[in-house]
């Protein structure tokens, strides 16, 4: 059994900060890349930002000098910290994980967490 679980959204001010967890428990096996996702009301879920075991980044264009991904491997965590945010960052931001599990290390699953919403008042 493997849970995903994103804390740290709210809602905030144009041009402040939040910063969002999210980390990965239960029987696992190795993490490969962790990431997060946005969703905005009436639009589709779309990429954020992706760090791969190994340390590679991907960002969305708009996101690029404002948000910064990272993991901490030892406690199967990734984090966004988001500055400058802008009203159109306001979603339900959520993240995953590509896990291989102790049963089945020969797979990898992404799991998905539950979803973080995100406010950011103009």
């Known amino acids: 059994q493997v849970q995903v679980v994103e804390s740290g959204g709210g809602l905030v001010q144009a041009g402040g900060t939040l910063r969002l967890s999210c980390a990965a428990s239960g029987s696992i096996f190795s993490i490969n890349a962790m990431g997060w996702y946005r969703q905005a009301p009436g639009k589709q879920r779309e990429l954020v930002a992706v760090?791969?075991?190994?340390?590679?980044?991907n960002y969305a264009d708009s996101v690029k000098g404002r948000f910064t991904i990272s993991r901490d491997n030892a406690k199967n965590t990734v984090y966004l910290q988001m500055n400058s945010l802008k009203p159109e960052d306001t979603a339900d931001y959520y993240c995953n994980a590509d896990i291989r599990t102790k049963s089945w290390s020969d797979v990898q699953y992404r799991y998905w967490g539950q979803g973080t919403q995100v406010t950011v008042s103009s």
């Open positions: 760090v791969a075991s190994g340390g590679r980044l």
